[in-house]
């Protein structure tokens, strides 16, 4: 089945719901009310009653008129639809519109567990996910992304739910949940990727560093030849969960395996949001080398490794990491390798390019400082 929601129906449907709605009550049968998706809200639906509606299939739904004629018409047009003999679907779809989502949750897994209608199961699917993530139910938002990614690739891609914050209750049921889902015997790798790259989040929002290093090694299985969308996929999650282990790696201030994991996963920092993150990482690693060495050759490997995170993303969409990489560098010209001149203009530049910000505030905290011990700019 095709993404139902991304055809456009949701938005239709709550454009029109109160009008359908006012048809449930006393319908005898189902209804579809159509409308072009190239109309305005404002254009009346062409309302279709005593129908029975048959299927939903590949992005279109079918259904028979009194009269015995048969209709298709595109998901994209359909504005609303009750069904005579599912009270349960009807009442989600209105608290759908009404963007009473804990509810509709309810009622379309009511729908669900109950209806008979095979392609009404399929349809509700899309539906109950994306309302149970809407009302932070991140625990029947998993289960619903699961089912999608197993019956509806298509619409699993749209509908992937977001990690709450590490303080929520539902994180640690998730990846049990998660775990199991990708352990089942016959899933497949397009299935178990997109699940491990969401277990991958669940277990760095758990800070569960034993967690990702396992997520990791299964997902340097599933990496193959560039240009598979699965391994391309696969691909991006195993250089989230790297980035996740250098991260633990800096925590726990083991310098070289942070540095280590960088260096040896750096051809799978492909975007540069990533490449950014891999950077500023390795450059702490070097940070904490230096600082263990206490050698200038180490401290000036560190400022460099600072300096390379400004120069290669301060174009960048947010210049990543860049306003923090030099406030470090510049600690380290002042502090270890006695170029204050040099730091204090770096200050001064943080001040200038990154105004109103907490690195700005900073920066121009310890410019203050140098000026009044009568430091100048080089």
């Given at each position: 089945?095709?993404?139902?929601?991304?055809?456009?129906?949701h938005?239709?449907?709550?454009?029109?719901?109160?009008?359908?709605?006012a048809?449930?009550?006393?319908?005898?049968?189902?209804?579809?009310s159509?409308?072009?998706?190239?109309?305005?809200?404002t254009?009346?639906?062409?309302?279709?009653?005593?129908v029975?509606?048959?299927?939903i299939?590949?992005?279109?739904?079918?259904?028979?008129?009194?009269?015995?004629?048969?209709?298709?018409?595109?998901?994209?047009?359909?504005?609303?639809?009750?069904i005579?003999?599912?009270?349960?679907?009807?009442?989600?779809?209105?608290?759908?519109?009404a963007?009473?989502?804990?509810?509709?949750?309810?009622?379309?897994?009511?729908?669900?567990?109950?209806?008979?209608?095979?392609?009404?199961?399929?349809?509700?699917?899309?539906f109950?996910?994306?309302?149970?993530?809407?009302s932070?139910?991140?625990?029947?938002?998993?289960?619903?992304?699961?089912?999608l990614?197993?019956?509806?690739?298509?619409?699993?891609?749209?509908?992937?739910?977001?990690?709450?914050?590490?303080s929520?209750?539902?994180?640690?049921?998730?990846?049990?949940?998660?775990?199991?889902?990708?352990?089942?015997?016959d899933?497949?790798?397009?299935?178990?990727?997109p699940l491990?790259?969401?277990?991958?989040?669940?277990?760095?929002?758990?800070?569960?560093?034993?967690?990702?290093?396992a997520?990791?090694?299964?997902?340097?299985?599933?990496?193959?030849?560039?240009?598979?969308?699965?391994?391309?996929?696969?691909?991006?999650?195993?250089?989230?969960?790297?980035?996740?282990?250098?991260?633990?790696?800096?925590?726990?201030k083991?310098f070289?395996?942070?540095?280590?994991?960088?260096?040896?996963?750096?051809?799978?920092?492909?975007?540069?949001?990533?490449?950014?993150?891999?950077?500023?990482?390795l450059?702490?690693?070097?940070?904490?080398?230096?600082?263990?060495k206490?050698?200038?050759?180490?401290?000036?490997?560190?400022?460099?490794?600072?300096?390379?995170?400004?120069?290669?993303?301060?174009?960048?969409?947010?210049?990543?990491?860049?306003?923090?990489?030099?406030?470090?560098?510049?600690?380290?010209?002042?502090n270890?390798?006695n170029?204050?001149?040099?730091?204090?203009?770096m200050?001064?530049?943080?001040?200038?390019?990154?105004?109103?910000?907490?690195?700005?505030?900073?920066?121009?905290?310890?410019?203050?400082?140098?000026l009044?011990?009568?430091?100048?700019?080089?």
């Open positions: 089945m095709k993404d139902l929601l991304a055809t456009g129906y938005c239709h449907f709550v454009a029109s719901v109160l009008t359908v709605a048809m449930v009550c006393p319908a005898r049968a189902d209804i579809v159509i409308r072009r998706p190239t109309e305005p809200a254009v009346a639906p062409t309302v279709y009653t005593d029975k509606v048959t299927d299939i590949d992005g279109r739904i079918a259904f028979t008129t009194a009269a015995g004629n048969t209709v298709a018409k595109d998901m994209a047009s359909v504005v609303g639809m009750s005579e003999d599912e009270p349960a679907f009807n009442q989600a779809q209105q608290d759908y519109a963007n009473q989502f804990n509810r509709a949750v309810d009622e379309y897994e009511q729908t669900i567990q109950k209806t008979d209608k095979p392609w009404l199961k399929n349809f509700c699917q899309p109950l996910t994306d309302a149970a993530n809407k932070g139910r991140f625990d029947r938002a998993v289960e619903g992304y699961i089912n990614v197993m019956n509806q690739p298509a619409a699993a891609v749209r509908y992937r739910p977001a990690v709450p914050p590490p929520s209750q539902y994180l640690d049921d998730a990846a049990k949940t998660l775990s199991a889902a990708v352990d089942v015997s899933i497949t790798s397009e299935q178990q990727t491990l790259s969401l277990l991958l989040d669940v277990d760095r929002a758990r800070n569960d560093t034993a967690g990702v290093d997520i990791a090694t299964r997902l340097g299985k599933l990496v193959g030849n560039s240009g598979n969308p699965t391994a391309n996929v696969a691909s991006l999650a195993l250089a989230d969960a790297k980035l996740a282990e250098a991260n633990a790696a800096l925590a726990q083991d070289d395996r942070a540095a280590s994991i960088i260096t040896g996963a750096g051809d799978l920092f492909v975007d540069s949001t990533r490449q950014a993150d891999a950077l500023f990482i450059a702490q690693a070097r940070d904490g080398q230096a600082g263990s206490n050698d200038p050759n180490a401290w000036r490997d560190a400022a460099i490794a600072y300096m390379r995170v400004a120069a290669d993303f301060k174009d960048a969409a947010g210049a990543p990491h860049v306003a923090d990489a030099l406030l470090h560098a510049a600690a380290i010209l002042e270890q390798l170029q204050s001149p040099q730091a204090l203009q200050y001064q530049s943080i001040q200038t390019r990154f105004p109103n910000t907490a690195a700005a505030a900073k920066a121009t905290s310890q410019a203050g400082r140098l009044a011990a009568g430091v100048r700019p080089s």
